[in-house]
Nanobody
């Protein structure tokens, strides 16, 4: 599975962005898809995950109620809608694929290249 993330950019605090992650391969729906982020000088952390069918989602507490993960299996694409953005959301955002519905980074086998989100105060 090859993953290509896009949609990052510069936004003011309180604004919104939508990230996309396009996947190659015919088995996209068999993978749970997650978003992770890594801020400068910090560890990569879990943001959200969606199950293969799209029927289940789970979020980190820091983004719950502000971010929404979704997927379109017909388009082999997963999305992360980010609202009410805060400066502390500034990070490189990575999409990843896993055979497991999990928030654990170690469970993810395939990673995209990352897209930078910068939130100004």
């Amino acid at each position: 599975v090859q993953l290509q993330a896009s949609g990052g950019g510069l936004v003011q605090a309180g604004g919104s962005l939508r990230l996309s992650c396009a996947a190659s391969g015919r088995t996209f729906s068999s993978y749970a898809m997650g978003w992770f982020r890594q801020a400068p000088g910090k560890e990569r952390e879990f943001v959200a995950v969606v199950s293969g069918s799209g029927g289940s989602t789970y979020y980190a507490d820091s983004v719950k109620g502000r971010f929404t993960i979704s997927r379109d299996n017909a388009k082999n694409t997963v999305y992360l809608e980010m609202n009410s953005l805060k400066p502390e959301d500034t990070a490189i955002y990575y999409c990843a694929a896993s055979a497991y519905y999990s928030g654990a980074r170690s469970r993810y086998e395939y990673w995209g290249q990352g897209t930078l989100v910068t939130v100004s105060s």
